[in-house]
C-alpha cells in the first residue's frame, strides 16, 4: 500500500465562506477519489482555480495536502474583494460582520433590514478594479457574506444591470459571523493569490508541478435549467470551446487537470462534452441538484469529471 503524506501540522480545517449555487461540497468525496496521486503523494506544490466560486475544492486541498501557493482566479469581482478582504484584514472584517449581525437581530422588521442592505450593495460602483485593494472593500465584502446568509437559497444572481436581486430567505436565526473560519480562511488564503481575470489566466501560471481544478458555469442541460448568472455575461457552448483550447494548453504545458461540468447526455443524445474531451478521460459522477425551484428537479443526475490523467 502506499503511504499518503499527511497535511502539515499547521494547517487548520477551513470550509467555504459563501454558500454558492454549483458548489461543490456534496461532492468532495467523488472528487477526492478522482484527484491526482501525484498530489496525494506531496509532489503538487502548485494549484490554479480558474473559477474559484465558493471555493470548496481549494479549501479541501488545503486541509489535506502539501501545497505551496495557489492561485485563484474568478470574473466576479465581489469574489476577489471578498477573498482579499479575508486574506489582508480578517480582523477588521469580524468586527463590520458582528455589526450587522447584531443590528439584524435586534431589529424588528428583518426584511426592511435585508433589502436595506441590498440596496446599499447594489448602490457599490461595479466598475471597480477588484485587483486595487481598498479598506472600503472591509464594508463591501461583509454585505456580501450578509446577503449570502440571509438571501433565498444562498443564492449569488445578478442581473443585466450587475445589480443583486435575490429575494430575502427565511431563516430563522442565520450565522451570519463564523470568527473560528473566516480566520482559518484566512490562514489559507496566505498561501493564494487572487485575481479578478479570465480563465485564460491559468495558462501563464502552469509549472511541472501545477494542478488545475476548473468548475466553470454549467452547460444547461435543459433549456429552462440555465443558471449562469453569478457574474453579467453568458458562458455559452463557444466559451465552453475556448475553454477546452486552455484544457490542451496546459496539458501540453505539463499541468495535472481536472474539470467539472453537467452531463448533456441525462436528458437527450447529447455528446457535446464527450466530443470536445474525446482525447481525455471522461468520468461519470451522480450528484444532488440543490437549488431549483421545483422539488422534482432535485434528484440525482450525473455530473461530469473530465481529467487529463488516469
Excluded at 455575461?233 to 466559451?239: A, I, R, S, V
Excluded at 490542451?248 to 447529447?270: E, F, I, R
Aim: proline share 5%.
Amino acid at each position: 500500500m502506499i503511504a499518503i503524506p499527511a497535511r502539515l501540522p499547521e494547517y487548520s480545517d477551513c470550509k467555504p465562506v459563501l454558500k454558492w449555487a454549483g458548489g461543490k461540497g456534496q461532492l468532495l468525496d467523488q472528487i477526492e477519489q478522482k484527484l491526482p496521486l501525484k498530489l496525494k503523494m506531496g509532489g503538487i506544490k502548485r494549484y490554479i482555480e480558474p473559477f474559484v466560486g465558493g471555493g470548496a475544492v481549494f479549501f479541501d486541498i488545503y486541509n489535506n495536502y502539501q501545497i505551496q501557493e495557489a492561485f485563484l482566479f474568478d470574473v466576479n469581482p465581489e469574489l476577489v474583494i471578498l477573498y482579499n478582504v479575508i486574506k489582508r484584514d480578517v480582523e477588521s472584517l469580524i468586527l463590520e460582520l458582528n455589526k450587522i449581525q447584531t443590528e439584524y437581530r435586534l431589529t424588528e422588521d428583518t426584511k426592511a433590514y435585508y433589502y436595506t442592505r441590498r440596496d446599499e450593495y447594489n448602490a457599490l460602483d461595479k466598475n471597480i478594479d477588484a485587483n486595487t485593494y481598498r479598506t472600503s472593500f472591509v464594508r463591501r465584502a461583509a454585505l456580501t457574506i450578509f446577503l449570502n446568509r440571509t438571501c433565498f437559497n444562498g443564492l449569488f444572481r445578478v442581473n443585466s444591470k450587475n445589480q443583486f436581486n435575490v429575494p430575502m430567505g427565511k431563516y430563522t436565526n442565520p450565522r451570519i459571523l463564523d470568527e473560528d473560519n473566516l480566520r482559518n480562511v484566512s490562514d489559507a488564503l496566505q498561501i493564494a493569490t487572487v485575481i479578478q481575470c479570465d480563465f485564460a489566466r491559468a495558462a501563464d501560471f502552469v509549472t511541472p508541478d501545477t494542478f488545475i481544478y476548473y468548475d466553470p458555469p454549467y452547460r444547461p442541460i435543459r433549456e429552462t435549467s440555465s443558471f449562469n448568472s453569478y457574474a453579467v455575461g453568458d458562458f455559452d457552448d463557444d466559451e465552453q470551446i475556448r475553454l477546452k483550447t486552455i484544457f490542451d494548453k496546459c496539458h501540453h504545458a505539463g499541468a495535472l487537470q481536472m474539470l467539472s461540468n453537467s452531463d448533456p447526455t441525462n436528458y437527450a443524445n447529447d455528446p457535446f462534452f464527450d466530443d470536445l474531451y474525446q482525447d481525455y478521460n471522461i468520468n461519470r459522477i451522480l450528484a444532488k441538484r440543490m437549488i431549483n425551484a421545483k422539488a422534482d428537479g432535485r434528484g440525482e443526475i450525473h455530473e461530469l469529471l473530465i481529467t487529463n490523467y488516469d
